[in-house]
């Protein structure tokens, strides 16, 4: 199941006959279903789903079933709740869908058939509402020159996991306006100039069944910028081949306003690579300690702001990792939540910092749950809607030495 614009401008026909039916075969039988044959289907509003009319032929030999959903006569009992598309018809947004596609337009319920020759099938599709859709906006202000995306979130269904549906809303500003610009197809802002305090609306529709939600937010000058060393602060020692991340953010002349991540609107501008190396990543900086002993530094260029700044000065140490400790000890997940785990490094001159991104992560039951091993997300926990009970193991290997850390993790289905 999809949001509906994610199938947009998808005109591509199933084949007339996905079966080879044989000399002498004839169909004897039509029925519809998503996977398979069914009498009912559940949707939720805003969705689609590929619905497949099945014949089956019959020969002397025996039976041979394939999809004819661009042979078929499709309709809808109440297309004001589920439009069915035959392939050619666009949609009540005006886009194409291939033949046999349902979209969820409003809550209700609705039957659609299909007729070939002189076969009649029909199932009976119930739409349920959209649990929650929101846009996910942790700002009061943002700077002016400056880009922010912002992301449209929707869960399904109660107890189910948050999907980030960006590109299925049109998003615009209402009313419009010249101090800002919003991509239609993303949800990403560029602030063109100061609003003066003033706030703007930004909304997104989800075209097919004409939902929307809006978040406001004012555009104002960057007073501050500053490099956010979010796990280490000031610390500056870096043992070879062991890394730190920063963000950089921008701040406000009203302080109480949420710091703006501007990171990925930063370049390195200057480095000491004898001495370092960066990498960035989703929403951080990456500083790697080369093999050589020394202090180095980086400098950030902000292009849209026309400014640079300079980071802490690194001391990067001959330092071998000794120790590992993951933390929590044990941990319980309820889904569609997920868990963090931590690994604290010690090192042989008594140096502990964070080793989480260095590590090799493995889930004892992946059909139960699962680790990230991403400089991003490394160390988050992903579980399934079940109960159980898995191990997560952090491990490094040093010097042909593997250290080791085992945790529990307690998965618990969700009973909403």
């Known amino acids: 199941m999809r949001f509906s614009r994610l199938l947009s401008g998808s005109t591509a026909l199933l084949c007339a006959c996905s079966v080879n039916v044989g000399e002498g075969s004839r169909p004897t039988q039509l029925y519809l279903g998503l996977d398979g044959e069914q009498a009912s289907a559940n949707m939720s509003e805003c969705t689609t789903v590929q619905l497949n009319a099945y014949v089956v032929f019959t020969s002397d030999s025996g039976t041979n079933t394939g999809t004819y959903n661009d042979r078929v006569q499709w309709t809808s009992q109440n297309p004001s709740i589920v439009v069915v598309s035959d392939g050619v018809t666009p949609s009540p947004d005006g886009h194409q869908y291939s033949a046999g596609t349902l979209i ?20 009976t599709v119930d739409v349920e509402p959209l649990y929650d859709l929101r846009i996910d906006n942790p700002l009061t202000d943002i700077g002016a020159g400056l880009d922010q995306a912002f992301a449209l979130k929707a869960v399904i269904r109660q107890g189910q996991p948050e999907q980030d549906i960006s590109s299925s809303g049109v998003w615009r500003f209402d009313p419009a306006t010249a101090q800002a610009y919003v991509d239609d197809a993303s949800g990403l802002v560029h602030a063109n100039s100061s609003t003066d305090g003033a706030a703007l609306r930004l909304v997104t529709r989800l075209p097919e069944c004409d939902r929307e939600v809006s978040t406001q937010f004012r555009i104002s000058p960057v007073t501050t910028l500053q490099m956010d060393y979010v796990e280490r602060g000031d610390a500056t020692e870096l043992p070879y081949g062991f890394s730190e991340a920063f963000q950089v953010t921008a701040g406000f002349a009203d302080t109480s306003a949420p710091r703006q991540n501007i990171t990925t609107q930063t370049s390195l501008d200057a480095i000491d690579d004898d001495y370092l190396s960066a990498t960035l990543g989703e929403d951080a900086w990456y500083v790697t300690a080369q093999d050589r ?31 590992i400790t993951l933390t929590p000890d044990d941990l319980s997940i309820t889904y569609p939540d997920t868990g963090q785990l931590q690994v604290l490094g010690r090192f042989e001159d008594g140096l502990e910092m964070p080793v989480t991104r260095h590590v090799s992560w493995s889930s004892s039951d992946s059909s139960l749950g699962t680790v990230n091993g ?26 042909d030495e593997t250290l080791d850390e085992t945790v529990m993790v307690h998965a618990y289905a969700n009973r909403d």
């Open 293 to 323: 002993a020394g202090s180095g530094a980086l400098r950030l260029s902000i292009d849209a702001l026309d400014r640079k700044l300079d980071s802490k000065q690194w001391q990067v140490r001959n330092t071998p990792l000794r120790a």
């Open 374 to 399: 991403g400089s991003d997300d490394a160390g988050e926990v992903t579980t399934f809607d079940i109960d159980g009970d898995f191990e997560v193991t952090a491990s490094i290997v040093i010097d």
């Open 104 to 123: 969820a337009l409003r809550p209700g319920a609705a039957t659609i058939s299909a007729a070939y020759l002189d076969f009649q099938a029909s199932i």
